[in-house]
């Protein structure tokens, strides 16, 4: 990634027991960021800020990490192979993907395409391991999230559905995804 000229390299790597205050203090930071924006989903992310990093590097969940170097984590991301329930049918869940959740990025780097680098590395990985496809969901309260499915279509992720949720008055499921391919630019400002 290119800014002022200068290119930036980052790190995309499994989750380690040692980051999970960074990770911890990360997601308290977007749940901050989407309270003062006005997200009502900001709760959730904070009262689990510890439950989700308490993933990395447990054997439990696939967790990764997009760091500044070695240590400075800049995001975080599960990179699950199996395809939920939520908003997939049988046929869509018996084929190999890899689904994207809990995906956040440190506020502070704002602009700097953080979460795109993710979404894009988890293509590529995805095409490495020879799965077909990479998948998200999004679930929205009435408007509330509905900017950030916008964004990932403009990112080239496709809507397969959106559902009413099945417990959860109001809520959405929007399911997404893409194909898995090579990303072959990424490899200039991420490793891996």
């Known amino acids: 990634m290119t800014t002022s000229g200068v290119t930036t390299r980052y790190l995309m790597r499994p989750g380690r027991a040692a ?19 006005g997200f009502g989903r900001w709760v959730g992310w904070d009262r689990n800020a510890d439950e989700l990093a308490s993933q990395a590097g447990s054997g439990r969940w696939p967790t990764w990490v997009l760091c500044s170097g070695d240590r400075d984590v800049l995001g975080v991301t599960t990179a699950a192979v199996d395809t939920p329930d939520l908003g997939w049918g ?9 689904f994207l959740q809990s995906t956040a990025t440190d506020p502070r780097f704002a602009r700097r395409g953080l ?9 590529d ?7 077909a496809w990479v998948r998200r969901g999004v679930l929205t309260i009435g408007r509330d999230n509905r900017g950030l ?22 809520v959405t499921v929007w399911s997404l995804q ?15």
Do not use: C
């Open 19 to 37: 980051d999970r205050p960074q990770i911890a203090n990360l997601v308290r930071a977007r749940a901050a960021w989407m309270r003062d924006v």
């Open 90 to 98: 049988a046929e869509e869940r018996a084929e190999s993907a890899i």
């Open 115 to 123: 979460g795109m680098i993710i979404a894009f590395w988890a293509l």
């Open 178 to 192: 893409r194909p898995a391919e090579r990303q072959p630019e990424l490899g200039e400002f991420v490793a891996w």
């Open 149 to 170: 499915v916008r964004y990932y279509r403009t990112q080239g992720w496709r809507i397969v559905r959106a559902v009413p949720h099945p417990r959860k008055h109001g």
């Open 125 to 131: 990985q995805a095409a490495r391991e020879g799965r």
